[in-house]
């Protein structure tokens, strides 16, 4: 049932945004209920090329409305405004839809938070599209292998139920419909590299059955490296961190980087909770460095 309850109207706070490229600033209004929520740190704002200037950047504006740091974008995903401007008009959400409504940025933590297993909630006003974390659940439940059962992790709030969450001490993704990032439980300055590189596969194909499909293989491949890292995990007493990205890269013939190690371990503390012990027969080289450290 939608709540009928009628909503509040904070007045939204102007702040003062300057391009960190070309320097051109623009005021824009920030709507005054994200800074009523007491508990919420730095948000995260995306603009995208046309709106300040020629650029794409994102702007952290801390609880006062001020502008506390900006960082240029270094991805950008590419998709067929076309395809995009089709399926606009839509029951169904696609990726290059919601790539329209709430930016690259915003998609990537969507993603990273599926794929993790944070709950997501959407803040939607009265005048927003009331289905949308449904279809939002649909288009991620299309992309994701079934065999990971992700339950529905997606909800929406309205105002009122957003002010109630205690954003600070939980681990939720929250997001307005528009892109900006309320709260992440990751830090701010997360690269998503290997969403990215998901996301600009998925892009290059226009059918969307297809498209889906290639996304699932994808993440199917990954969990089955997690897998992989578990079960030999099981064979040994311990390893070494590089020890074990070599093997790894050896047996599926591509480098496992820092980050996508990590992201192996973060996978399986998420989804795979049984299994977490075992991790600690690695020997992590950032563990023996602060050891080193305080030593
Ligand atoms: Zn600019």
């Known amino acids: 049932m939608p ?8 007045p ?16 824009i209004e920030i709507p005054g209920y994200i800074f009523s929520q007491k508990s919420s740190g730095i948000i995260k704002i ?18 006062n409305g001020a502008v506390r740091g900006y960082d240029k974008i270094d991805f950008q995903l590419e998709f067929n405004a ?9 029951q169904k959400l696609h990726l290059e839809t919601l790539l329209e409504s709430v930016g690259d940025f ?8 599926y794929m993790f297993d944070y709950p997501i909630y959407v803040i939607l006003r009265p005048t927003d599209n009331p289905r949308f974390a449904d279809q939002l659940n649909d288009l991620l439940l299309g992309l994701f292998p079934p065999e990971l059962n992700t339950k529905q992790i997606i909800q929406s709030l309205n105002h009122q139920a957003y002010l109630r969450l205690d954003v600070k001490e939980s681990e939720y ?3 307005d419909i528009s892109g900006i990032i309320l709260n992440s439980p990751w830090g701010e300055k997360k690269k998503f590299e290997y969403e990215h590189e998901l996301l600009k596969k998925a892009l290059e194909i226009v059918d969307p059955t297809i498209q889906a499909l290639q996304v699932r293989n994808e993440i199917a491949y990954f969990q089955k490296k997690a897998e992989f890292l578990l079960s030999y995990l099981e064979t040994v007493k311990h390893t070494d961190e590089d020890d074990l990205k070599n093997k790894m890269s050896r047996e599926f013939r591509t ?15 998420r989804r795979l909770p049984e299994k977490e012990t075992l991790l600690k027969k690695i020997h992590l080289h950032t563990v023996d460095q602060l050891k080193a450290a305080l030593w």
């Open 12 to 27: 939204s706070k102007e702040t003062k945004i300057r391009c960190p490229q070309c320097q051109i600033q623009k005021i």
């Open 255 to 269: 480098k496992v980087t820092d980050a996508l190690f990590d992201l192996y371990l973060l996978f399986i503390k």
């Open 173 to 175: 993704l929250v997001l």
């Open 106 to 113: 915003a998609v990537m933590n969507i993603f990273h938070a």
């Open 3 to 10: 709540e009928k309850m009628p909503e509040i109207e904070i």
């Open 82 to 90: 076309q395809t995009a401007a089709e399926y606009a008009a839509g």
């Open 46 to 63: 995306q603009f995208r090329a046309g709106q300040i200037c020629e650029h794409d950047f994102m702007a952290f504006v801390d609880q």
